[in-house]
């Protein structure tokens, strides 16, 4: 059996924007992908109402996925409803348990707004509960064995809620993924006017690869990247482990800076 990476991002264009290049490269070295959002992306239009825009994003993000080669799994509420509450937890721990991933990649703990940090605290939790036959899922599912590691993206612009910048443990380096990871964030042709309208961006695929960029100033070794950092072991997996580095070998590089 191939081993699983899976993606959880609050929002329908969130993978693409952040993870997207790293979760490419773990399939081409063998890894089942897995792509889920948590929201429907159900108040990103000024034009449409909730329901129209729901329906648009789904389609949207699974278009997606499949462009990743990734199995995509159905969100399970709506944008700003992203809470850590016991019924998503439900839900969101079964499919975990579902996919049983040896890596997840999610949003950092601290980021710009709630739904992302609401998303990572809920992941997180979700995973640690995999092993625990007492905690019921939604649907109901068995606990399963095994270790994972979760990974945290960069946040959003690559800033704290403060606005300073934000330095990886580790950087990798996805300019060879960059044109699928453009043509999947192409997907969301929904977002581009209300990205340029909510937030400023003039070109939402020129500002993910003006991230990237950044980043691969910081790395001091890539011209685009990806950063990360791992979660703690403790109660995921063992010390040692840290498969997405494992995975890749090259094109993997430490931060100089302090993390």
């Known amino acids: 059996m191939k081993p699983r990476a899976l993606a959880i991002a609050a929002h329908p264009d969130d993978i693409e924007f952040t993870m ?6 773990l399939g081409e070295v063998g890894y089942e992908l897995h792509y889920m959002n948590l929201s429907t992306g159900s108040l990103g239009s000024a034009e449409w109402n909730a329901a129209k825009t729901r329906v648009a994003r789904g389609a949207e993000a699974k278009r997606a996925a499949k462009t990743l080669g990734a199995h995509w799994h159905g969100p399970l509420c709506d944008d700003l409803e992203i809470l850590y509450e016991l019924k998503t937890l439900r839900r969101l721990a079964a499919v975990i348990r579902d996919v049983a991933p040896q890596i997840i990649l999610t949003h950092p703990p601290v980021d710009y707004m709630e739904d992302h ?13 995999r092993g625990m036959p007492n905690f019921v899922t939604t649907p109901k599912r068995k606990a399963v064995d095994g270790e994972v590691t979760i990974y945290h993206s960069q946040p959003h612009l690559n800033r704290d809620p403060l606005g300073q910048l934000v330095h990886p443990e580790f950087y990798v380096d996805v300019e060879n993924q960059l044109a699928t990871q453009r043509q999947a964030l192409a997907e969301h042709r ?25 980043v691969g100033r910081m790395s001091r070794c890539f011209k685009f990247a990806e950063g990360w950092r791992r979660h703690l072991y403790a109660g995921f997996c063992s010390p040692e ?7 890749l070998k090259t094109g993997i590089t430490q931060s100089a800076a302090p993390t």
């Open 20 to 25: 997207a290049g790293t979760l490419l490269r």
């Open 117 to 129: 940090t609401e998303t990572c605290r809920l992941v997180v939790t979700a995973a640690f509960s």
């Open 190 to 214: 929904s977002q581009k006017e209300w990205l340029d309208t909510s937030q400023g961006m003039d070109s939402y695929l020129a500002t993910m690869e003006n991230l990237k960029l950044e």
């Open 241 to 247: 482990a840290d498969p997405l580095r494992a995975a």
